[in-house]
């Protein structure tokens, strides 16, 4: 029997909504304008004759009809993946298609694949490589290494390692105003990055200070661009712990309280290298042999320079209801 259903592409636009928490990013998403994606959503609650979200001037939020029809419609979505995907080119399924973020990718992973080559010469890897997290799903990609605190909603996760900081500065820069206390740090200017974090607060609280909103501040994109504005002397801040030991060694950087002062910190507040996937991906064979090497090949101390705190942990999802809520 056949099944009565809404448009198929009405069902499409209403998950990306559902997903996205806006009209305008699931258009982004779906490569539309707003105005299509609202039709497509006004088509669809006419055909079930339910209201699925309620309209407010800055945002939308998901009724009890939407939370009902949210899981079934992914589920189905996501069937349509794994049929669409078994019947393509078996090449195409030894292929993995990686997002990394640029310290990961240049520091450890990159000198690196050399080994998960020769171990899996038939698994063809494609990289990207950036900053800021994609959408996997509408990318392609099958997995992303990211910089962060965990947590990120509808993704599974396995903690890879720390990246363990050590706060510096230029010589010539603690000259001019010496950091000889904790307090000397709040007379300085800061490097920072432009990711959401909370190592200088939490810095600051190891030492027994309390942060102030007086001190300037230069946010940069990457390592490599805060490493090097340290080495112009433009400010104080943190650097990851090889560079920060290599440069420290150099003579070019100072560690005024010690190259261990961020080890005390608990795990939860030390920035860490996920691996992140879609819960559908997690049996992926190529993903898994990736997954398996990573671990055991490069996430390791004669690779990152220090023994990490990371365990590998049962996946976590974020919640789907606090997202939609």
């Known amino acids: 029997m056949r099944h009565r259903l809404p448009p198929l ?14 009209i305008r990013q699931a258009a982004d998403e779906l490569c539309l304008t707003p105005q299509a994606v609202s039709q497509q959503l006004k088509l669809l609650e006419s055909s079930l004759g339910q209201e699925l979200f309620e309209r407010n001037i800055r945002s939308l939020t998901p009724t009890p009809a ?5 899981e079934p ?5 996501d069937s349509l993946a794994k049929g669409v995907l078994a019947v393509t080119d078996k090449d195409a399924r ?13 520091q450890y ?3 690196n694949l050399g080994h998960f080559k020769a171990e899996f010469p038939d698994i063809d890897v494609r990289m990207l490589v950036g900053v800021e997290m994609p959408d996997l799903q509408q ?19 396995t903690p890879l390692v720390e990246d363990l900081k050590v706060l510096v500065a230029a010589p010539s820069l603690l000259a001019r105003l010496p950091v000889n206390m904790p307090e000397d740090l709040l007379k300085h200017s800061l490097v920072l990055p432009l990711a959401e974090n909370t190592l200088w607060q939490d810095t600051l609280e190891l030492l027994g200070l309390r ?5 300037p501040a230069l946010q940069l994109h990457t390592h490599d661009a805060m490493l090097e504005a340290m080495l112009a002397g433009l400010g104080i801040g943190h650097i990851s712990y090889l560079d920060a030991l290599a440069h420290i060694q ?11 002062l961020l080890k005390q910190l608990p795990l939860e507040k030390s920035p860490r290298f996920f691996l992140y996937y879609r819960p559908d991906r997690k049996n992926y064979p190529v993903l898994k042999r990736f997954s398996e090497w990573l671990q055991s090949d490069v996430c390791r101390p004669e690779v990152i320079g220090f023994e990490s705190r990371c365990r590998v942990e049962p996946e976590r999802v974020s919640d789907l209801d606090a997202r939609a809520a």
């Open 9 to 22: 592409n009405t069902l499409r636009v209403f998950e990306a909504i559902y997903r996205r928490g806006s």
């Open 66 to 70: 939407a939370h009902l029809l949210y």
């Open 73 to 77: 419609v992914k589920q189905g979505f």
């Open 94 to 106: 030894r292929t993995l298609v990686l997002h990394v973020s640029p310290y990961f990718a240049t």
């Open 109 to 111: 992973l990159i000198r």
């Open 139 to 157: 990318q392609g990609i099958d997995a992303a290494i990211h910089w962060g605190y965990g947590g990120i909603p509808l993704l599974s996760e």
């Open 211 to 215: 942060q102030t909103n007086q001190q």
């Open 250 to 260: 150099a003579g070019s950087l100072v560690a005024p309280f010690g190259v261990d």
